[in-house]
């Protein structure tokens, strides 16, 4: 059974830093892709990022690049998100999510794995 448990979310001052991580189980990890959407009230779901199975290609949402960075540690099963100069507008839940191929994980069909959320608020 697959299972992402996300963690390192918190409160933190616009302008900071948080990393966070997603670890992975009942997966063979390098089969997959690993990416990272996220929820705000009354907002739709919104792709964030997603990283190749290798780690050596990653896609990111327009409005995150050059603050956020996706990398992975298949040796660990994890997959992460540092996100610096975070604004008051990036507080939202964050989901960690899986799938055969890039491609699968940033439209979020239907075999897309998704793990529990972790709440990130950024106070201005």
């Known amino acids: 059974q697959v299972q992402l448990v996300e963690s390192g979310g918190g409160l933190v001052q616009a302008g900071g830093s948080l990393r966070l991580s997603c670890a992975a189980s009942?997966?063979?990890?390098?089969?997959?892709?690993m990416g990272w959407f996220r929820h705000a009230p009354g907002k739709e779901r919104e792709f964030v990022a997603v990283i190749s199975w290798s780690g050596g290609s990653t896609i990111y949402a327009d409005f995150v690049k050059g603050r956020f960075t996706a990398s992975r540690d298949n040796a660990k099963n994890t997959v992460y998100l540092q996100m610096n100069s975070l604004k008051p507008e990036d507080t939202a839940v964050y989901y960690c999510?899986?799938?055969?191929?890039?491609?699968?994980?940033?439209?979020?069909?239907?075999?897309?794995?998704w793990g529990q959320g972790t709440q990130v608020t950024v106070s201005s």
């Open positions: 009942g997966v063979t990890f390098t089969s997959f892709a």
């Open positions: 999510a899986a799938g055969p191929s890039s491609r699968t994980v940033l439209l979020a069909r239907g075999d897309t794995y």
